[in-house]
């Protein structure tokens, strides 16, 4: 059977359910947008009919993650519920949370809705597992409520992996700065240095792989990869809706 037909059946299969994956987005805009188009961009797909149905929600207005799991700011849990509700009553099948962070809060949104929420952590962590089989220890380049929450070492432990971060010093004056300038849309040619000064710092500490665990962070890594190998958390968590959906995966 030829290659687009393959994929015209397999839409067919999918297209008496009609539901959509549903994407609780927001956290931030702009990584929000990245998602949406890296989804579109990972399905091998020839025309507009055999990409994946997606409905986004995305409320900017969901309090900061970080913050709270600082013990600074306000729980982001009931609007980031409110998202899934509304997820929920536009029919979606499955949802996907581009944001590391919001993984912290993963446990809690789950028990309280019936949809499967995607676990972007696991997923990162078993695509370096696939990619970088003879990796031991691997850097986490995210933001300080992912490093608080050890969402990556409780992930990496299962798989028998262990991970590294920047110093306090360079997770200030590197990775939080570069990914406050990515959200605040201001001087990205800035935020590329400092994620390859953080991938650089990550090597001298032993990494043999680094994580992009802040959905930010593949909007100015281009430079860091020239560094260490990086593994995309966005591509990651992409690939998983495409293959939970049963399309396929572009070769690309």
């Known amino acids: 059977m030829p290659l687009q037909n393959i994929r015209a059946s397999r839409f067919g299969r999918f297209a008496p359910d009609g539901r959509p994956l549903g994407v609780l987005g927001g956290m931030g805009p702009l990584a929000t947008a990245h998602f949406y188009r890296t989804i579109a961009s990972l399905t091998a797909a020839q025309a507009d009919q055999q990409h994946l149905p997606v409905v986004i929600w995305a409320d900017p207005r969901v309090p900061d993650r970080t913050e709270f799991l600082l013990g600074r700011g306000q729980s982001p849990v009931w609007m980031m519920r409110k998202g899934i509700n509304a997820l929920e009553q536009a029919g979606a099948r499955a949802v996907a949370i581009p944001c590391n962070t919001a993984h912290a809060f993963l446990p ?145």
Request: proline content about 2%; hydrophobic content about 50%.
């Open 108 to 252: 809690e949104l789950q028990a309280k809705t019936h949809l499967k929420i995607l676990d972007m952590i696991r997923a990162t962590m078993a695509d370096v597992a696939t990619f970088h089989p003879d990796a031991n220890c691997v850097g986490i380049l995210g933001t300080r409520g992912t490093r608080r929450a050890r969402l990556y070492e409780s992930a990496a432990a299962e798989i028998g992996l262990g991970v590294c971060h920047v110093s306090e010093h360079d997770q200030s004056a590197m990775v939080d700065e570069a990914i406050s300038l990515v959200k605040r849309g201001e001087r990205l040619d800035i935020a590329v240095q400092l994620i390859r000064s953080a991938a650089e710092a990550l090597r001298r500490d032993g990494a043999d792989v680094a994580i992009a665990a802040c959905t930010e962070i593949p909007l100015v890594m281009n430079q860091a990869t020239q560094v260490l190998p990086i593994m995309d958390s966005v591509v990651s968590l992409a690939t998983a809706c495409i293959r939970e959906f049963d399309f396929e995966v572009a070769d690309l």
